[in-house]
């Protein structure tokens, strides 16, 4: 089991800043990929970013140039530093990682954090 816990949500007007916080404990030592999504009222949850052991990123098209994704391993740390947010990306942001056990593929997801971008 990995458990997931978001922070660094809040509310900021268009064009500002945030950054999320994403703390992973229990078995991190299976964990191929860690990423976030996010879901806004009425719609479905979608991809923002996903970065590998690697350290390969993935961006949705939407996020390309603002946001930037990065891990830190030795403190078990996912980031999400967003800027220039803009209205539409108003959603609950959610942290998901990715792990293999046994050949089976297992996903976990943090509760969300909020963000909203309003004036």
């Known amino acids: 089991q990995v458990q997931l816990v978001e922070s660094g949500g809040g509310l900021v007007q268009p064009g500002g800043s945030l950054r999320l916080s994403c703390a992973a404990s229990g078995r991190r030592d299976n964990i191929n990929a860690m990423g976030w999504y996010r879901q806004a009222p009425g719609k479905q949850r979608e991809l923002v970013a996903t970065i590998n052991n690697g350290g390969n990123t993935k961006y949705a098209d939407s996020v390309k140039g603002r946001f930037t994704i990065s891990r830190d391993n030795a403190k078990n740390m996912l980031y999400l530093k967003m800027n220039s947010l803009k209205p539409e990306d108003t959603a609950v942001y959610y942290c998901?990682?990715?792990?293999?056990?046994?050949?089976?593929?297992?996903?976990?997801w943090g509760q969300g954090t909020q963000v909203t971008v309003a004036s």
């Open positions: 998901n990682a990715i792990s293999v056990e046994m050949l089976v593929e297992y996903k976990y």
